[in-house]
């Protein structure tokens, strides 16, 4: 039998609430640091003297682009790194760290093709999302740069969930917190001082991105990790690679629909609205992702006491992380929700000057984000089937929400009634709240077949 180390003992024995504090924390503050790479892009670009706003409706037209990148990052990460928990918790090691192996493998090998794939793409994909003459430019530059970080992007994100997954939290954090300084410090620098405007602040993310990415690996190659990384685990083993695609399609999906549900809504603000319209969304996008780092943050980081647990067959203490994970996720959004309508001028203002886009944005923030009180049922509930290896319900309602549900809408009701422009708004709290209703549903009905042993054996 394989002696336990000290953070896997933690994971079956510590008091809950501390545990889950100490391991969320951290990758709370992870995924809100991680969010400053392109919030604080957005930011320094929106006040540009000179065209501030334009450019940022050019960055938000990359986002389809960056989403994808992250989405291959996701189906490594969060589909291999809660099968490597779940094979510490059965003390299987040399399991663990083939899957860690076949996941560089994979990573390796998205990063080639992507970037091949989107340099030829790139300029009509730019005009299908929504680019206009007086916008491209601006989109073309910073995706350009950008790509060339394709590998550095993937390995910083698609490896650090390895680090947490071992309840190493704090070093998952810091290899977070490395990368989005350097970001911070770099961008005015390559922005104002440098004069290089919109590519300043794209070079600023591909070299921060890589110094994440090489703590990272670092970290895993070294003794300090549970899981190491050995070149002999690289060899592809295809039982592996269908284990993490299998759980990881889900993230992937919910992901990469991201990018389709950006192309959607920005190509339907520019036939309804225009320019100052897509500008908008690149705003709410950015006001979206706060909660969504707070809440799958704190997911994140308890997702490996869940996982851990489950393999271990600790079924009380899996329903007692769970009950609490939910409560913490949906008490976020209600929060978040109340804030966004009371405070709407607030966030707009920390991304343009433009008075247009700011009235704009107080109007339709509200609105775009009233669904976010409920989202947190969704967050919870869909973690914790990652994290009990459940791929296929995972999958289900990672369509539901995005490809069954937003783009038909997205499309539709700006058909309706005379809607126009607020029809393609409205899709995104209308999708929200029946997604997290469902979910929430299933889950209740569930969860109790999942935690038996039988169900354990098939994982």
Same mark, same amino acid.
């Given at each position: 039998?394989?002696?336990?180390?000290?953070?896997?003992?933690?994971l079956?024995?510590?008091?809950?609430?501390?545990?889950?504090?100490k391991?969320?924390?951290?990758?709370?503050?992870?995924?809100l640091?991680?969010?400053?790479?392109?919030?604080?892009d957005?930011?320094?670009?929106?006040?540009?003297?000179?065209?501030?706003?334009?450019?940022?409706?050019?960055?938000?037209?990359?986002?389809?682009?960056l989403?994808?990148?992250?989405a291959?990052?996701?189906?490594?990460?969060?589909?291999?790194?809660?099968?490597?928990?779940?094979?510490?918790?059965?003390?299987?090691?040399?399991?663990?760290?083939?899957? =860690?192996?076949?996941?560089?493998? =994979?990573?390796?090998?998205?990063?080639?093709?992507?970037?091949?794939?989107?340099?030829?793409?790139k300029?009509?994909?730019?005009?299908?999302?929504?680019?206009?003459?007086?916008?491209?430019?601006?989109?073309d530059?910073?995706?350009?740069?950008?790509?060339?970080?394709?590998?550095?992007?993937?390995?910083?994100?698609?490896?650090?969930?390895?680090?947490?997954?071992?309840?190493?939290s704090?070093?998952?954090?810091?290899?977070v917190?490395?990368?989005?300084?350097?970001?911070?410090?770099?961008?005015?620098?390559?922005i104002?001082?440098?004069?290089?405007?919109?590519?300043?602040a794209?070079?600023?993310?591909?070299?921060?991105?890589?110094?994440?990415?090489?703590?990272?690996?670092?970290?895993?190659?070294?003794?300090?990790?549970?899981?190491?990384?050995?070149?002999?685990?690289?060899?592809?083993?295809?039982?592996?690679?269908?284990?993490?695609?299998?759980?990881?399609i889900?993230p992937?999906?919910?992901?990469?629909?991201?990018?389709?549900?950006?192309?959607?809504?920005?190509?339907?603000?520019?036939?309804?609205?225009?320019?100052?319209?897509?500008?908008?969304?690149?705003?709410?996008?950015?006001?979206?992702?706060?909660?969504?780092?707070?809440?799958?943050?704190?997911?994140?980081?308890v997702?490996?006491?869940?996982?851990?647990?489950?393999g271990?067959?600790?079924?009380?203490?899996?329903?007692?992380?769970?009950?609490?994970?939910?409560?913490?996720?949906?008490?976020?959004?209600?929060?978040?929700?109340?804030?966004?309508?009371?405070?709407?001028?607030?966030?707009?203002g920390?991304?343009?000057?433009n008075?247009?886009?700011?009235?704009?944005?107080?109007?339709?923030?509200?609105v775009?984000?009233?669904?976010?009180?409920? *989202?947190?049922?969704?967050?919870?509930?869909?973690?914790?089937?990652?994290?009990?290896?459940?791929?296929?319900?995972?999958?289900? *309602?990672?369509?539901?929400?995005?490809?069954?549900?937003?783009?038909? =809408?997205?499309?539709?009701?700006?058909?309706?009634?005379?809607?126009?422009?607020?029809?393609?708004?409205?899709?995104?709290?209308?999708?929200?709240?029946?997604?997290?209703?469902?979910?929430?549903?299933?889950?209740?009905?569930?969860?109790?077949k999942?935690?038996s042993?039988?169900?354990?054996q098939?994982?």
């Open positions: 039998m394989e002696h336990q180390s000290r953070s896997q003992q933690a079956a024995e510590a008091p809950l609430w501390p545990l889950m504090l391991l969320a924390m951290p990758a709370v503050i992870a995924q640091v991680n969010l400053l790479y392109n919030i604080v957005r930011v320094y670009i929106g006040h540009m003297a000179e065209n501030g706003d334009l450019a940022l409706t050019g960055l938000g037209l990359t986002f389809p682009v989403l994808s990148i992250s291959f990052s996701a189906l490594v990460g969060s589909g291999g790194s809660p099968i490597a928990a779940i094979f510490l918790g059965k003390k299987d090691k040399a399991s663990a760290q083939r899957i =860690l192996g076949n996941g560089v493998f =994979l990573l390796l090998v998205f990063s080639a093709f992507l970037t091949v794939l989107f340099f030829a793409v300029e009509p994909l730019l005009y299908l999302v929504g680019a206009s003459e007086k916008t491209f430019a601006f989109a530059q910073y995706l350009s740069i950008y790509l060339l970080g394709t590998p550095f992007v993937l390995l910083s994100l698609g490896l650090n969930p390895y680090i947490s997954c071992q309840g190493k704090k070093v998952a954090m810091c290899s917190l490395i990368g989005a300084l350097c970001n911070i410090i770099l961008d005015p620098i390559f104002f001082a440098l004069e290089l405007g919109i590519r300043g794209a070079l600023a993310t591909v070299v921060s991105q890589g110094i994440s990415a090489l703590w990272v690996v670092g970290f895993l190659i070294s003794a300090r990790s549970d899981l190491r990384l050995r070149p002999r685990d690289l060899r592809p083993r295809w039982d592996m690679i269908r284990r993490i695609a299998a759980l990881g889900s992937f999906i919910m992901q990469i629909t991201e990018s389709a549900i950006s192309l959607v809504l920005n190509n339907g603000l520019q036939t309804y609205g225009g320019d100052l319209y897509v500008g908008s969304m690149t705003i709410l996008n950015s006001v979206m992702q706060i909660i969504f780092a707070l809440n799958n943050g704190f997911a994140g980081g997702q490996s006491i869940i996982s851990f647990n489950y271990a067959r600790n079924f009380e203490r899996v329903k007692q992380t769970f009950r609490k994970l939910i409560g913490v996720t949906f008490t976020m959004g209600a929060v978040f929700t109340a804030l966004v309508t009371l405070f709407p001028g607030f966030f707009a920390l991304f343009t000057d008075a247009q886009l700011i009235a704009l944005t107080e109007k339709v923030l509200p775009f984000c009233f669904g976010m009180f409920v *989202f947190g049922i969704q967050t919870g509930c869909q973690n914790t089937f990652i994290g009990l290896g459940q791929a296929k319900i995972s999958l289900c *309602f990672a369509l539901l929400r995005k490809v069954v549900l937003l783009i038909p =809408l997205a499309l539709i009701l700006p058909r309706v009634g005379g809607l126009g422009v607020w029809g393609v708004y409205l899709s995104e709290p209308i999708a929200d709240v029946l997604s997290a209703t469902s979910i929430g549903i299933t889950f209740l009905f569930s969860y109790k999942i935690l042993e039988e169900a354990v098939r994982v």
